[in-house]
């Protein structure tokens, strides 16, 4: 198959990047462009560790070709980070409140999370657990996640509150 | 009688009675041991809480687990190399057969293959497992790469390397492999029986434990009641969410790996096969994307470094996930059989217990594995006579070996059942049956050996019991309410008989920053985060001033693996005790500095001060830094830097197969977790509503991590007990697809609500009790237990479907119906 060249809008940043048609996405972000925290987990659009944000929403990488998202917006996990890699609130929540053991699951769940966050200002618990139900997470229970995605909600709320005041 | 003080993570301490049982005078035969030997009462735990610390004890999240909430963290299959290659295994399709040819010219007729290797090509193709370190199993060696003959569908045969994965894999595709299909066995208790098609020649039993104390059948002869029982569990599958994976070259002449590995010390093994002196062969284990015992035997290694070995090149190796779930090992499904009997009153005296593990083609840990499963098979009951016989069983299935929990969290579906049933048989209360017979520090266990710290075990019953709240009302009429509990204790540390050891590496540097180097594997659960804490808490060195460095035998000091729960206590024991040695160098240099008594120096906050108060003639009661320290250090020719190696205890007797009694575990960790679940009488749907787990972990290192064991634990026991379920069909796994092997996802079962215990008395560093295996092992009996109480009769067999709830339910209708003892007709039909 005839190689081509295709330019990813990664992080905010354009790559270009020359890819068979039958290249999946996260081989593409994985491999090529030495996007680590998008991961292989199984290739099947199960487990959810090859999860980026596509436009804002959710995907599983594995299940798409780098030749269909040409120009569109690509948000890996590393994306979140600020100035001086300075954690997102969200990823600083995971990190405190113990959301993350073995880190394997770790992209997918916070950019899942994140991507809820930004739809939903304050979903329920029971909200955030149909949400995560494409990310498997085989270390912690969930349960410290939830507490995680629920402490950055309510520090966002507060933050907003205090803004309006 | 004694009182016993513990203390609440989250309130001041609270007494807790721990009378013993009562120590009844033998009601069964004189000459068979009684119920509790006439010994004076002993006292669990002592009257003292964990005293408070500085940095241990404290939820801290730092090191690694930083790096993986940004997302930059590199795992096994994350690292590239220039020229690097990429990997691919062909296996076995026929579970039983004969290799008649293997043809790899088409593979290697295409262009960019770089490396085909099969089992002429191995220096040494055999493995040789010795699990049970000599004590009795069969030795059958395993070739690296099947040549005449395969056991197991899934077996590897030929290896490929190739300038792209597909290119591997379409070479791979390409291979032809001509079988002769052979007779096989698929079932353990089938390939007991004498006609059984032979497995291995030298026979069907690789391994039969035996652990005899006092006399069961004559005490089961004089039992007031006996219950007998038999349980199942099922295949089940690892899941972690990073597949087998590494990346492999040749470095100064040493074939180097970088696996995600439990066991770097597998190096020697690998050297063996590619029969290089050991030196010529490195591991490093990258942070491991979980782990739960099925990266604790070699995964890809033997054939990334074949790869290498044979390419010269750069080699990656990532199993697929279908591939993973194909040919990885299992955890081993057991058969077991209980005859448990006890006085009116609800005393045991004699358990006899009957295992069977089915431990598939090869032998991998089942040895061990089964021995773990005979010395735990009475749980935490003092039981004066005890036959127990636990067997591995070689099949054409899946090769089974560690899994979390090991052997020990099978048999807890088997001894919480019996419990429960002892209590219903006796009309007592499920609880008071569990406290009349729970051990008690002092007290003997099946194996002869004395228990020398805290049992807790009663006081993590009353905690998770209190958790559970009110009882939920039924969400419709045709749905029950139950619920059940399960205690527990599963061994931390390796079989003593191994002798087992870790070292660790501290150096203090010139600018105050620590260094700690040992060779631990990390799963992700803290195992190197903790050693951190450890030596903060010694050296007062702030946590963001030391590096941890792990896992590399070329460079790190030999820590064992991390498995058996193990790493915390022997690893976490070496870092306290470099650090406590590297202080008790340098403490005299800062004694001399500040002008005060050695004891009164203090580490705190990357300094040393004195501890008098100013006025009292300290000679610099603003301390030095600890950078300063060390460079008087230096100048004094005192050495900041400390290898220390850690030995457990070395004063045991070995175990003597002979005779079923000797010395087995270090120490035990002692837990119970409480359900409430409803089931649906139509569907046969289960729904967990709440569930609870307190576990004694001596002293929490980092209560945040210790949670989350227990959290991860226990949902990893929910998915066994409920879900959960690699399905076999003659020795062929029915479905290879993850989508197929269901793991609880975040909305499938409820919060778990954490209690810790922390009695004081443990074997690790500062009496902590390792935590990693202890939280799967409740999760079975728990939520049999608990679907007993609600429907009135008992699963037996894991998992617990909807399909075998109904047929629960449907068994009991028609026992019901036919008038016998069964339970009445539920009102619903």
């Known amino acids: ?55 804002g929403d959710p995907v599983s990488s594995c299940l798409m070709y780098a030749v269909q998202v040409e120009e569109r917006e690509i948000v ?39 991507s809820l966050a930004e739809r939903t200002p304050r979903p329920s618990r029971d909200q955030i657990r149909y949400e995560l139900g494409g990310s498997l997470c085989r270390c912690t229970g969930y349960t410290k996640i939830f507490d995680a995605i629920e402490s950055y909600l309510e520090d966002r709320a507060c933050i907003e509150e205090q803004a309006l005041n | 009688m004694s009182d016993t003080t513990l203390v609440s993570r989250v309130g001041a301490p609270v007494v807790v009675p721990q009378a013993p049982p009562g120590r009844e005078p033998d009601v069964t035969a004189p000459q068979v041991p009684s119920p509790r030997d006439d010994k004076p009462p002993v006292i669990d735990t002592p009257a003292s809480a964990v005293a408070p610390m500085h ?142 098609p032979l497995v291995h020649d030298e026979g069907n039993v690789l391994v039969s434990w035996h652990i005899q104390r006092g006399d069961a059948q004559a005490a089961l002869e004089g039992a007031d009641v006996v219950i007998e029982g038999e349980y199942r569990t099922q295949h089940v599958e690892h899941a972690y969410l990073e597949p087998e994976a590494g990346v492999g070259w040749i470095e100064n002449d040493v074939i180097t790996l970088r696996v995600s590995t439990q066991i770097i010390e597998h190096a020697t093994e690998i050297a063996e096969i590619l029969a ?76 006899d217990v009957d295992i069977i593990g089915d431990a598939g083609a090869y032998p991998f ?89 805290a049992v807790a075990v009663e006081e993590t019953l009353r905690r998770a019991l209190a958790r559970l709240g009110d009882k939920s009302v039924p969400s419709g009429p045709l749905k029950r309410v139950g619920r059940g509990f399960g205690c527990n204790m599963q061994p ?138 060390v460079r008087l250090c230096e100048a004094r020719s005192v050495d900041p830097t400390v290898l220390f190696v850690f030995h457990a205890e070395a004063n045991h007797r ?35 509503l709440k569930y609870a787990a307190c576990h004694d972990v001596g002293r929490a290192i980092n209560p945040l991590r210790v949670e989350g064991q227990i959290q991860g634990g226990a949902m990893q026991g929910l998915g066994y007990a409920l879900m959960e379920e690699i399905v076999l069909d003659e020795g062929r796994i029915a479905s290879s697809l993850f989508a197929n092997y269901l793991i609880p996802t975040s909305d499938d079962m409820p919060d778990v609500m954490v209690d810790i215990v922390e009695s004081g008395e443990g074997k690790g560093p500062m009496n902590a009790r390792g935590i990693g295996e202890p939280p799967i092992g409740n999760s079975a009996p728990t939520i049999a237990n608990a679907i007993a109480d609600a429907i009135g009769c008992r699963p037996t067999r894991l998992p617990i479907t909807p399909e075998r709830v109904l047929d629960l339910i449907e068994a009991a209708n028609s026992k019901a119906a036919l008038g016998s003892t069964g339970r009445p007709d539920p009102a619903w039909r």
């Open chain 2, 654 to 688: 070995g175990f003597d197969p002979a005779t079923g009694q000797g010395g087995s575990f270090p120490d035990y960790t002692y837990g119970t977790h409480a359900a409430e679940v409803e089931v649906d009488l139509e569907t046969g749907e289960v729904q967990v």
């Open chain 2, 55 to 196: 940095v241990v004890g404290r939820p801290l999240a730092h090191h690694d687990f930083i790096d993986k909430v940004k997302g930059s963290i590199t795992y096994a299959a994350d690292w590239e190399l220039p020229g690097m290659l990429y990997a691919r295994i062909v296996r076995a399709t026929v579970p039983s057969g004969r290799i008649v040819s293997v043809d790899t010219d088409k593979a290697r007729s295409i262009r960019g293959v770089a490396a085909i290797v099969t089992a002429e090509d191995v220096p040494s193709n055999q493995l040789v497992e010795r699990a049970s370190g000599g004590l009795g199993e069969l030795l059958v060696a395993m070739p690296v790469l099947a040549h005449d003959r395969v056991r197991f569908a899934g077996e590897p045969i030929v290896l490929i390397a190739a300038e792209t994965q597909q290119i591997a894999d379409d070479a791979a595709e390409l291979v032809q492999i001509e079988y002769e299909e052979l007779p096989g066995v698929f079932d353990p208790e089938a390939a007991l029986l004498a006609d059984a």
């Open chain 2, 492 to 629: 931390y540390g390796r079989t003593i008989w191994f002798r087992d050891r870790s070292s660790a590496w501290l150096s203090l540097q010139a600018d105050g920053t620590l260094l700690i180097r040992s060779g631990v594997t990390d799963f992700g659960a803290g195992q190197a985060a903790s050693l951190c804490q450890i030596a903060a808490e010694i050296l007062g060195v702030p946590l963001e001033r030391i590096s941890v460095y792990i896992g590399d035998t070329a460079l790190t000091p030999p820590a064992g693996g991390t498995f058996a729960t193990r790493q915390l206590y022997m690893s976490g024991n070496a870092v306290m005790k470099a650090a406590l040695s590297l202080r008790e160098r340098i403490v005299p240099v800062a004694a001399d500095a500040l002008g005060c008594a050695v004891a009164d120096v203090e580490f705190e906050d990357g300094r040393v001060i004195p501890a008098t108060s100013p006025g009292e003639g300290a000679g610099n009661p603003e301390g030095i830094s600890l950078g300063e320290l």
């Open chain 2, 276 to 351: 290089l002196p050991a030196n010529k062969v490195r591991v490093i284990a990258a942070y491991m994307g979980g782990g739960f015992g099925g990266k604790e035997d070699m995964t890809v290694e033997p054939y990334l470094a074949l790869l290498v070995w044979k390419s010269r090149r750069p080699v990656r190796m990532i199993w697929n996930r279908q591939e993973s779930v194909l040919a990885s090992t299992k955890r081993h499904p057991f058969v077991m059989r209980y005859k448990t009997g006890a006085t009116k009153d609800g005393h045991i005296v004699a358990q």
């Open chain 2, 365 to 453: 840990l089942s040895a061990r594995i089964m021995f773990a499963g005979a010395a735990l098979s009475c749980g935490p009951y003092f039981t004066p006579n005890v036959a127990v016989r636990s067997r591995a069983v070689f099949t054409n299935n899946v090769p089974t070996s560690a899994f979390r929990g090991f052997g020990a969290m099978q048999v807890t579906l088997g001894y919480e059942s019996q419990m429960d049933r002892l209590a219903e048989t006796l009309g007592m209360d499920k609880v008071e049956v569990r406290r009349r017979n729970f051990l008690h520090k002092g007290d003997l266990i099946p194996t002869g050996e004395t228990l020398d710290t």
């Open chain 1, 76 to 114: 890996t996990l590393l994306g979140l980070l600020g100035e001086d890699e300075a954690l997102h609130p969200l990823q600083e929540a995971f990190l405190r409140l113990g959301g993350s053991q073995c880190g394997f699951c770790t992209p997918g769940v916070i950019l899942t999370a994140y």
């Open chain 1, 1 to 55: 198959m005839t190689p081509q060249q295709v330019t990813l809008r990664v992080n905010g940043v354009l790559r270009d990047v020359l890819v068979a048609p039958s290249d999946t996405l996260l081989d593409v972000l994985h491999d090529r462009l030495g996007l680590k925290d998008v991961r292989y987990g199984c290739g099947e659009g199960v487990c959810g560790t090859c999860t980026v944000l596509l436009d």
